[in-house]
């Protein structure tokens, strides 16, 4: 099984970050400061449990109720690679994307790209986790060899877990291994610790061997899953921003459906290649905002700003903001209100309750 793409890299070279940057000036940059409003849109998303309702929405004929509400056409393509699917938005092909906090503000936004997250959708409340073969306390990773995508969010996750029981990075070895091998990667002999998310977790963790001896329910509200848009588009489009929001909430409305709710979370789940169990298990150890007011009161409490700020200090700690980085402040964030984060000159990752607060009030 495969999530949060089917090959997932979230790291990148400098020399990878030049070309994208130059790509994105001519991609997504250079378009005329008086555009027409556009009437068609895409939309990258990949296999996550977070991110399932989309694909279902666009087979349920959600997405084109929204769409037609507001004379618009939205274009839902799934990505088999996670990370390429970052790419390509950044690079201008494609509108929105579904993203972690933390790819945001280290692909797209340190890349030179404004990007707002639009939908703060859930966050990983158990989905991402540590295993340890044959072990089951935590500082037995110590001295270890630890599969993982490296400067990914399980990267994150484990500098977490890492610091809780005072140790540090120099104290394992980090292995990059991509997520479509992370399973097969465990059952290799000289495999002795990794880090992943579901359903790979959860599949692994089935294994007898197996030790979950950290989880992200550990550090909830930190690994958060969004749907991220263009910020020039939005402002341009706001019918955009009004039917993403209108579908997303549509859909997690009839989730919760008692009659019609199995069908679409059986739907989900076949769209993700797993059983309907599996799918409601994952489901359990994610905390979705059902609701636009759940939505909207995680995305405006000060917390986010605190949580941000780990994934920026991490961020810059590993390289992740950019070629001869002086300090983590060099890519600004926003938040609801007047809270910001990094260089005000430079915003370029912003989390904007505005549309969710307008489904919260009925005004979609």
């Known amino acids: 099984m495969e999530s949060r793409g089917l ?15 130059a790509a994105v000036c001519s991609a997504a940059f250079c378009l005329p400061a008086q555009a027409a409003p556009r009437k068609e849109f895409n939309v990258a998303w ?16 959600i997405v084109k109720k929204w769409g037609d509400k507001y004379g618009i056409k939205i274009n839902i393509t799934q990505i088999n690679d996670y990370v390429e699917s970052i790419n390509q938005y950044t ?19 340190a890349g030179g790209v404004d990007t707002t997250a639009l939908i703060v959708g859930d966050y990983s409340n158990g989905n991402d986790g540590v295993i340890l073969k044959n072990a089951k306390s935590l500082t037995d990773i110590k001295g270890q060899n630890v599969n993982l995508v490296e400067f990914s969010v399980s990267h994150y996750l484990l500098a977490r877990a890492l610091s809780s029981v005072g140790l540090a990075e120099k104290d394992i070895k980090t292995v990059n291994t991509s997520d479509a091998d992370i399973v097969s990667a465990y059952k290799a002999e ?25 989880d992200s329910s550990k550090i909830p509200g930190e690994i958060i899953d969004t749907l991220a848009v263009n910020t020039k588009t939005l402002q341009q489009n706001p019918a955009l921003g009004k039917a993403l ?76 903001l950019g070629q001869n980085v002086g300090n983590k402040d060099v890519v600004g964030i926003a938040f609801p209100g007047t809270a910001t984060l990094g260089d005000t000159k430079n915003i370029k990752l912003r989390f904007d309750a505005t549309y969710m607060k307008m489904a919260a009030d009925g005004k979609l």
């Open 91 to 109: 690079a201008g092909k494609f509108d929105g994307v579904t993203v972690t906090n933390m790819d945001a503000l280290t692909i797209p936004a």
């Open 190 to 214: 000289d495999t002795t610790a990794l880090v992943t998310w579901n359903p790979q977790l959860s599949e692994i963790n089935s294994e007898p061997t197996a030790h979950m001896v950290f």
């Open 245 to 320: 929001v209108g579908i997303w909430f549509d859909t997690l409305k009839l989730m919760q459906d008692p009659v019609k709710g199995k069908a679409a979370r059986e739907a989900m789940a076949k769209l993700s290649g797993s059983s309907l169990a599996s799918f409601e298990g994952q489901l359990k150890t994610t905390k979705l905002f059902y609701t636009p007011a759940e939505a909207v009161s995680f995305t405006t409490d000060p917390k986010l700003v605190q949580t941000m700020d780990l994934v920026r200090s991490f961020s810059f700690d590993h390289g992740l």
């Open 7 to 21: 090959k997932m890299k979230r790291s990148m070279s400098s020399l990878s970050r030049l070309l994208l940057a």
């Open 46 to 61: 990949s296999i996550y449990v977070g991110w399932m309702p989309w694909p279902y929405a666009e087979q349920a004929g």
